[in-house]
């Protein structure tokens, strides 16, 4: 199907090329088109890239996977006539790096950019999930313990999660048992707010191939 | 040992006890006494209850269970003087329900109780742990999954960080695998973030008997 990716750093190229493998016409939006020549060639031209208005226009499906603290102007270059009726995966966090690191969050607690996407967006249906791990891993899910972890969805759209589920287990390999629907959009709170606690394992595991899982 | 528990809840009286049933000398410290008249009888009056002071000074460690809005008044109370030089467990969370359900949270993103705490009883060695989870899987972790879940320890003190993590093996069989030590007190932001999703999830799971397990 015609997926349109927003942003072209390491999370927007590791779904691309994933997506590319399985056969997707797939289109990447940035501000930087020569950014990824690179990336284009290792996955032999098989892909597009373009604005990010040509790459909302492009995609049945939008997919942000932009800086959490730009991801509100992108989505407006790429434009709501582009993005009405559309389902939007959110798979963004807004971690703000001006203080230094660890990151903290530029929303958070009483709002989240899920929300404040969704806002902007009425006649879009957004949903969050896949923001809570590693790029790899989102792709990969098999590569951590076959699979046997956590990721999360928030949505007010029940039919609109009810589809990214579908695509999350033919896209990545995700089995719908590990997929935990939070609820509304106003869920996606707690998952922003898990990544602090991410970044913090990442130092103390020294790696980011780790994962939650919800142990019940 | 002697252990005093600040905090006259569910959390503390779940403690309390558990640590009874051990053998230690417990005394739970309170602004109405009266309240635990109940819980008393129910561990056969093994246990003392006293002011938040008496039994901070009964502790060779005090454990902070009060609710986390008003752990610094509870600990103001209890005195600097009756703190000083010993562990404070802090298991609060700064839980928010001034605006309703589900809580926000009163300090986040950039602090966190526990440096509040740290801050305010600098010779007070501050260990943050057990705050992520249901208070009857704090004292029985193999309820659930023979304790293949997590928890996670934040302090400065690298010795008092090791202390705790022996007695909770050995007051509640927490085993050391299943610790994550993530730094210094400043990683408690992580730990006491994660309580908005941990809330989300007891809604969509519909039970608070699971936990979380870091999966590498």
């Known amino acids: 199907m015609n997926i349109g990716i927003l942003g072209s750093g390491m999370v927007g190229q590791t ?3 994933k997506l590319v493998e399985q056969g997707h016409a797939v289109m990447i939006g940035t ?9 284009l060639s290792s996955v032999n031209n098989q892909a597009q890239v373009g ?3 040509a790459a ?9 996977a932009t800086a959490g603290t730009a991801s509100l102007q ?8 582009n993005l009405n009726g559309k389902i939007l995966i959110d798979i ?22 899920g929300e404040q996407i969704q806002r902007a967006y009425p006649h ?19 590569q951590l313990a076959n699979g046997d972890h956590s990721i999360f969805i928030s949505g007010d759209d029940s039919a609109a999660k009810q589809q990214v589920i579908v695509w999350l287990s033919e896209w990545f ?3 719908a048992e590990h997929i935990i629907d939070l609820g509304d959009i106003s869920t996606a709170r707690g998952t922003e707010m898990l990544l602090p606690i991410w970044v913090r394992l990442w130092g103390a595991l020294g790696t980011p191939a780790f994962n939650f899982k919800i142990v019940r």
Chains 1, 2 share one sequence.
Do not use: C
């Open 15 to 17: 779904l691309g090329r």
């Open 31 to 39: 501000r930087e088109p020569s950014k990824l020549q690179d990336w």
């Open 51 to 53: 604005s990010y208005a």
């Open 56 to 64: 909302a226009q492009h995609g049945a499906v939008v997919i942000n």
């Open 74 to 81: 992108a989505l407006e270059l790429a434009g709501a006539d």
């Open 92 to 113: 963004a966090n807004p971690l703000d790096f001006s203080n230094g690191m660890p990151p903290t969050l530029a929303i958070v607690n009483t709002d989240s950019l």
């Open 124 to 142: 879009t249906r957004v949903v969050k999930t896949l923001n809570t791990l590693n790029a790899e891993l989102m792709v990969n899910p098999q």
């Open 173 to 175: 390999g995700w089995q």
